[in-house]
């Protein structure tokens, strides 16, 4: 398998959290989302992945776009250690931690929206700051008291256990913090994220120990 990832995209940074569970090999091509332009915005690219975004997972002469369902399909394909439980409830419910960072907190800050506020709408840096921490806020606000309050959530989103939660809560963080936002005023998510970057598979994730790390 081949993963074209940048060491900073968080959704990229999901996917390498779930192969490193699931202890599955993998070839690391860089794809950086900012020199020249971007790599991802390249012709060469946009043959493995015409949306010009990233991760994409090639595996074989197959190629799966988009974080969540390279990571489902990596479930599927790989289903030992599981990374979603087994009822059906409590599956919907690690779906839903998962999706409100992916879906609701993560698309209102990424590297495009970011350009976007900055180039064509010409908002200086520190406002284009300040949207992404009011988000990030905001979001993160109601999910903490979503875990706080939930008798599923252990040393992890799910138990003690890894899942599809914290594949999508980790790298979300670890962006929170690089915009210089205080995450320990959110408790539960805070000590989530501490017990998760003291495990194997999520360290090795990391971004600053990724081969195209800067």
């Known amino acids: 398998m081949k993963l074209y990832s940048y060491f900073r995209s968080s959704?990229?940074?999901?996917?390498?959290?779930?192969?490193?569970?699931k202890n599955l090999p993998y070839d690391y091509v860089p794809v950086h989302l900012v020199r020249d332009g971007g790599e991802q915005?390249?012709?060469?690219?946009?043959?493995?992945?015409?949306?010009?975004?990233?991760?994409t997972l090639v595996d074989g002469h197959d190629a799966v776009?988009?974080?969540?369902a390279i990571i489902e399909?990596?479930?599927e394909t790989h289903p030992?250690?599981?990374?979603?439980?087994?009822?059906?409830?409590?599956?919907?419910?690690?779906?839903?931690?998962?999706?409100?960072?992916?879906?609701?907190?993560h698309p209102l800050n990424n590297l495009r929206v970011l350009k976007y506020l900055k180039h064509t709408l010409c908002v200086d840096s520190d406002a284009k700051d300040a949207w992404y921490r009011h988000?990030?806020?905001?979001?993160?606000?109601?999910l903490d008291?979503?875990?706080?309050?939930?008798?599923?959530?252990?040393?992890?989103?799910?138990?003690?256990?890894?899942?599809?939660?914290?594949?999508?809560?980790?790298p979300q963080v670890f962006n929170a913090q690089r915009f210089n936002i205080d995450t320990t005023?959110?408790?539960?998510?805070?000590?989530i994220y501490d017990h998760a970057m003291q495990l194997d598979a999520f360290a090795r994730a990391a971004p600053g120990v990724q081969p195209d790390a800067e």
């Open 145 to 170: 008291a979503h875990l706080a309050g939930d008798a599923r959530t252990g040393k992890l989103c799910f138990g003690d256990t890894p899942t599809l939660a914290d594949a999508c809560l980790i």
């Open 65 to 68: 776009p988009q974080s969540l």
């Open 73 to 75: 399909y990596l479930e």
């Open 80 to 105: 030992e250690p599981p990374l979603l439980p087994k009822a059906p409830l409590d599956r919907a419910y690690v779906r839903s931690v998962a999706l409100q960072v992916a879906c609701e907190i």
């Open 185 to 191: 005023k959110y408790s539960t998510i805070q000590r």
């Open 135 to 142: 988000w990030i806020d905001a979001g993160f606000a109601t």
């Open 11 to 21: 959704a990229s940074y999901r996917v390498r959290i779930a192969l490193n569970v």
């Open 41 to 55: 915005l390249k012709p060469d690219y946009r043959k493995v992945n015409p949306d010009g975004i990233v991760p």
